[in-house]
């Protein structure tokens, strides 16, 4: 796809799943260097980067419910999960000798400063890292969603979904050896299809603010600027 000059501001999308790396849960350390050194790069080449990190390594709002806890209180654990990634993320950044604040969609000021659009851009224009955790700071939401909310308020360029295959296939590519990837799809395609890579009210917010979305793979070192530059396999949701 295009050239990296046309991703100048993106928001990267990591699941808390990217973050365990091989541990059974919570997180990976060399994992997480790994990552953060990756954010580090592609912000030191001058791309502007928010980060929106998910907390399903810890803990998930359904699954919370399925086990009796009500739902709007088990997103609320969710969306402290969130916040634990951002600490550690935003600890692994600054690690790599980049500035990184992590922003706080659920206000704990004695831990993190609250998410503000304003905070965000002043960050950004800084040259920090912003990681923007705690999801929307409602329940009902994933923070597939939060990603594409935050791209739509800080005008992002792109959404890069950070995910465990290099783009979206017809089928579960893990179980499936007949399963091909998608070079590029619209968002109505991504709706109609039903496609497990990001929720419906994620890609209708994107479809409706034209943000587009590159599905990639976080499994290698570099892989977020070869997602930036164009130089990796993915998929690109784009109008
Ligand atoms: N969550 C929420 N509102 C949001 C974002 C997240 O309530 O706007 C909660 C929800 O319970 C979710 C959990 O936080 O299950 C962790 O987020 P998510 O499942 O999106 O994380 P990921 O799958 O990306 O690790």
Known sequence: HAPTRRYRRVVVKLSGEALQGSAPHGLDAATLARIAAD???AAAAGHEIAVVVGGGNFFRGI???DSGIERARADSIGMLATVMNGLALEQAVEGQGRAARCLSAVPMPSVCESFSRRAALHHLDKGRVVIAAGGTGNPFFTTDTGAVLRAAELSA???LKATQVDGVYTADPKRDSSATR????THDE???KNLAVMDTAAFALARENKIPIIVFSIAE???IAGALAGTSRATLVAP
């Open 221 to 223: 070192e570099g892989a």
């Open 63 to 65: 699954k919370g419910a």
């Open 157 to 159: 360029d792109a959404v």
């Open 190 to 192: 991504a709706i109609a």
């Open 182 to 185: 998608y070079e590029r799809l």
């Open 39 to 41: 954010l580090a790069n």
